[in-house]
Every structure is written in C-alpha cells, then in structure tokens.
C-alpha cells in the first residue's frame, strides 16, 4: 500500500451552492474533479489527520465510485476512521444522525438529492460538521477557496473495498466500517415516536401508500413502516433503490409524485399518502382528497408536536426559511416562544438547533425537521404525522381543516422558471434590485405594497450575516411575492417566484389557491417585468 501525492491544479466552478456542490455526473467524473474537491475540504478542515468521518450517499449512479475514491483519499490523509454505509447508502438525515451519534468530526453526503440520476443527469457531494449539520457558510466559503489554490492532493493506491460485507475493514492505517445504513437511523426514531400507538392505528386498518421514488428511502421505509410498525406489505412502492431513480424524479411533490396524487384524489385513497426525495430528507405528506402544503404542514406539526414523546416538553421555537409560508409564525405566536426566519437552505438552522432556540425547521420545499438530526428529515416527518393521526384520531383533512379554522390560511405556490438563460435571470433579479427602495406605498396591479427589501440574515447566534437572500415584497392585502435564483440547479437558471395570501380565520379558508393566489401572482409578474426579461410567464413546474 502506497500513498500517491498528484500535482494537480485547481478546477474552476467549484463553488459549494444550496446544497453543497452539484454537476452533471460526467463532470464529477472528469479526472481530478471529485478529486480536488474532497481534497479541497481536508485542506479547509485543517487536514484529516487523526479524524473521523461518516461517508454515504442516495446509490444514484457514481456513488459506489466515488465512496471507494473518498475513502482513498481520507486514508491518505491520514484519517483514523470512516463509517460507511453498507452498498455506499446512507440517506441525508441517517448520515447525520451517525456524525453526531459516533461523534464523528464530519461526513460527506453523495447526492444532488431531488435531481435525477445517471451519467447523463446530476452528482453532488456536500460536507457536514461535527453536529451533523451542512457545513455553514464561512466553511463553504473557506472549500472553494481551497479549490482555487489546490496544488497536490493525496490518493491511497489501493484496491477497492468491499462495502457489501458489514464490519471493519482497514485501508492502509485506516479503519473503515461498514454499517447497516438503516439500524442506527430506526433506532433514534424509536425514541421520538409512540411505536405502539402508531402500530395500534395500522392494526385498527389505517392505511397508506408510501412512494419511496425508487431513491434512498426504500429500505428505511420498509423496515420502519412495514416491518416495524405494522403497515401493510406493499405499503412502501418504489422501494428499492436504483441508481438513475427508475429515470424519474425523484422530487416528493405534486408534479413528479403524480401517482401517488392521482391515487389520493380517487376513491381508493389510502388513508395518508406519502414520498421522500432522493437523499431522503424531504416530505410529502397528502391526506384522502387533502395535498398538505410543506409550510401548512410545518405549521401544523408545530401546533401538535407535543402530542409526541420527544416533543411532549413543548418546543423551544420554530424556524422557517424566508420563502416558507408564515403559517408557523402564527403558530409560534400562539405559543409564546420565538419564531425565526433565515435564508433557504438546511445549513442556516444549524446554530439556532445547536443553541437551543428552536426545535423544529421546515422550508416550503418539503423539508421539515428537528433538533433529533442537523438535516431535513422525509422519514420523520412522516412519522410524527402518523403520531399526530394515531392520538388525535381525525383524518388529515379534518386536521388541516381545524388548523385553518384556528389560524386562518396562508395559500401558498411556487413557481419554478427553469433554464432560464442565466444573464436574463440575473437581470430581472438586479432590475428588481433596483426598485425595491422607493416601492413601499406604491400601487402594482391593484395592490399596495406594504414593505420591500432584498433579504438579509443576521444570524443571532455567531453574528454573521448572509445578504442578497432573495427579493421579498409584502402587500397590504397580506399577500407576499419573493423572488429568488435557485443555488441547487446544474444548467442555466432557475428562477423561483414564491406566491402567498393570508386569509385570516374568519376569511375564506376553502378558495382554490391558484384564485386565491391570482392577485398576487399579477402583481409579481409585472413588477418583475417578467414577460418582458425572461420572455415568459408560463412556469415549468408549479408546486
Ligand atoms: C432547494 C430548495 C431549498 C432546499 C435545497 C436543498 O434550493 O429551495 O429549500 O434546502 O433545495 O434541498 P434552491 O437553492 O434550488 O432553491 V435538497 O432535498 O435538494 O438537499
Ligand atoms: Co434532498
């Protein structure tokens, strides 16, 4: 065994976005391009000497590669330990939680999660610390500037490793461990959620349908709602993990789980339905005839949290990203404990997690989690739904109803402008820049707008400030548009333009919210000019 040192040189668009970094697969396997990244992260870390890692990813296709490449990489760089999971899988919130449970120094996390896959679609890799959280923006920022000045990196010659046979295997001085990616994971959530109630409803006949998108939750989905707590076989559909997703998209909304809708909206519904994304840390969550939006449910889980063992103490607060709905906030009020609102994307949560102010976060995006993990989590999501449903004893549309009927209703959508030519997008985004000072009083489309700003975050706990969040303008109907580019796509841009309107609980609660939402969806797409700069109105996808 050889330690090889390669000169290499630095590779440029290696900039961490969102999520970590994502390209197109073929990119990730030009020579040297995963290569100087994970170096690029040892070198920014302070070195990987004498450390500890947990390595996994969602098993699209490159996975298995790259862990076999990581691991090489780590051993060289003198590494003491590297947990994997078995196969090279471990979804977002398992690998998070084996950080923290191990008390690893930190893991690298394959996947550009709800993006399909294949050689010909989407690979990322993402960083996490020591509290299993993505790594924060200061260290992001200190990655890509390693992969400006890379000169050599360090690379085991070795044969590859076995990662199909569970247990320690060593890597020149480095021990590596292959574990059951879904046993820890299952374990913790044992400890959050009344098993036995939960098994008690499935018992009594409750019934779902759980679409694993043909991505990493398959097995956990098996061996936790199936075997576990009791929940038909044939519950979980799409449950073995490929790796080009069954060449879908494995993105846990109504547009792409269009199956899964369809057969929530019919006679034969099940009694919840629910999906996760590639990685695993995003929801769906539908009831018979009754789609859940990600910031209703947020909401929702909130107000009822205590209803399950790890949430029965009350919360310490809530988090949303800007873009999510307010219907938290209210929640939070109500409550009396603080309510934040921070850029989007996971990494921004994991100091408020890590201080103690809040104990659930959620985007609109379909993530929602706790302090359990420093990730999103699709699986516990759906499992503190199936708490709240087995002690309330509603259905999910009389929950949802009766929440509404509480706090009155945020209708919500987004809509996602894909491959928008990237000098168009970044012309809108500055044009409406420029207009944000003097619009506040002004009247566009019929409404006031009440406030405008670019956001800019101020983080409570280590005072950094993050600005250029997206563009968010409030009208005096209590409606809100916020524009912003999205920082996960791998061709072009993505333009998303979030869509809300509050109605208060004497308001109207049951509009369909496309014509709830058509005042200020006029009023967004002409103060943007949208027509005008990006030649369109029509979005791609609408969730
Ligand atoms: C999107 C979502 C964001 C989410 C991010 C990663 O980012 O909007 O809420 O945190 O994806 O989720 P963007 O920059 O494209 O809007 V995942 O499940 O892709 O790790
Ligand atoms: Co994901």
Known sequence: MSIEVRQTSPIEGQKPGTSGLRKKTRVFMEPNYLENFIQATFDAIGGAAGKS?????DGRYFNKDAIQIILKMAAANGAAHVTVGQGGI????????????????????????????????????????????????????????????????????????????????????????????????????????????????????FSMRFDAMHAVTGPYAHAILEDA???????????VPLEDFGKGHPDPNPIWAKDLMDLMMSDTAPDIGAASDGDGDRNMIVGKDAYVTPSDSLAILAANAHLAPAYAKGLAGIARSMPTSGASDRVAEKLGIGSYETPTGWKFFGNLLDAGKVTLCGEESAGTGSDHVREKDGLWAVL????????????????????????????YSRYDFEAVASDKADA?????????????????AGLTVKSADDFSYNDPVDGSVSSNQGVRVAFETGARAVFRLSGTGTEGATL??????????????????????????????ALSDMQAMIGRVEPDVIT
């Open 496 to 525: 998303r333009l979030y869509l809300e309107q509050y109605s208060g609980s004497d308001g109207a609660i049951d509009l369909d919210p496309q014509d709830a939402l058509k005042d200020v969806r006029n009023a967004a797409f």
């Open 229 to 239: 707590l009791g929940a038909a076989k044939g519950t979980v559909v799409n449950g």
């Open 90 to 205: 471990l979804s977002t919130p398992a690998a998070s939680h084996l950080i923290r449970l191990g008390k690893a120094d930190g893991g690298f996390i394959l996947s550009a999660s709800h993006n399909p896959g294949g050689i010909d679609e989407d690979f990322g890799v993402k960083y996490n610390g020591q509290n299993g959280g993505p790594a924060p923006e200061g260290l992001t920022a200190k990655i890509f500037d390693a992969t400006l000045n890379i000169k050599e990196l360090k690379i085991e010659q070795s044969a590859d490793l076995d990662l199909e046979v569970l247990g320690q295997q060593s890597l020149g001085a480095m021990q590596v461990n292959v574990v059951d990616p879904v046993h820890s994971y299952q374990e913790l959530m044992e400890t959050l959620f009344d098993f036995n109630a939960i098994r008690e409803m499935f018992v009594g006949g």
């Open 428 to 444: 809108l985004m500055s044009a409406l820049r420029g207009k944000l000072a003097d619009l506040a009083g002004q009247s566009v």
């Open 53 to 57: 890692f947990v390595v996994g990813g």
């Open 384 to 411: 503190l739904w199936l708490n709240i449903l087995a002690v309330r004893k509603q259905s999910v549309k009389e929950i949802v109803t009766d929440h509404w009927q509480t706090f009155g209703r945020d209708y």
